[in-house]
């Protein structure tokens, strides 16, 4: 299984950014998906997941109301959608997949990672 996730950039405080992370080498609608972020000194964190359907959807409460997890299963790609980007929103942020109904919170809860994509936010 192959996640490649992309989108990632330089952008100023309260502009927006979408990544997306496209997988292959699985069937894409078996999978809840997650994103995740580390920012520099800090451990991995969670930062949204969805599950199969793409019914139900989870946030960290530091990105709620801000970020929006979506997925197309025609294109077996998830996406993030980043608004009101604040500078401690910097991280290299990486998609996840999980063999799972449940999109879940846990890092150990996702067996294939991404490489990951940094967002770098200027104030």
């Known amino acids: 299984v192959q996640l490649q996730a992309s989108g990632g950039g330089l952008v100023q405080a309260g502009d927006s950014l979408r990544l997306s992370c496209a997988v292959s080498?699985?069937?894409?609608?078996?999978?809840?998906m997650g994103w995740f972020r580390q920012a520099p000194g800090k451990e991995r964190e969670f930062v949204a997941s969805?599950?199969?359907?793409?019914?139900?959807?989870y946030y960290a409460d530091s990105v709620k109301g801000r970020f929006t997890i979506s997925r197309d299963n025609t294109k077996n790609t998830v996406y993030l959608q980043m608004n009101s980007l604040k500078p401690e929103d910097t991280a290299v942020y990486y998609c996840?997949?999980?063999?799972?109904?449940?999109?879940?919170?846990?890092?150990?809860?996702?067996?294939?990672w991404g490489q990951g994509t940094l967002v770098t936010v200027s104030s």
């Open positions: 996840a997949a999980a063999f799972a109904i449940i999109p879940g919170r846990e890092l150990h809860e996702y067996a294939y």
């Open positions: 080498g699985a069937t894409f609608s078996d999978h809840a």
């Open positions: 969805i599950s199969r359907s793409g019914r139900t959807t």
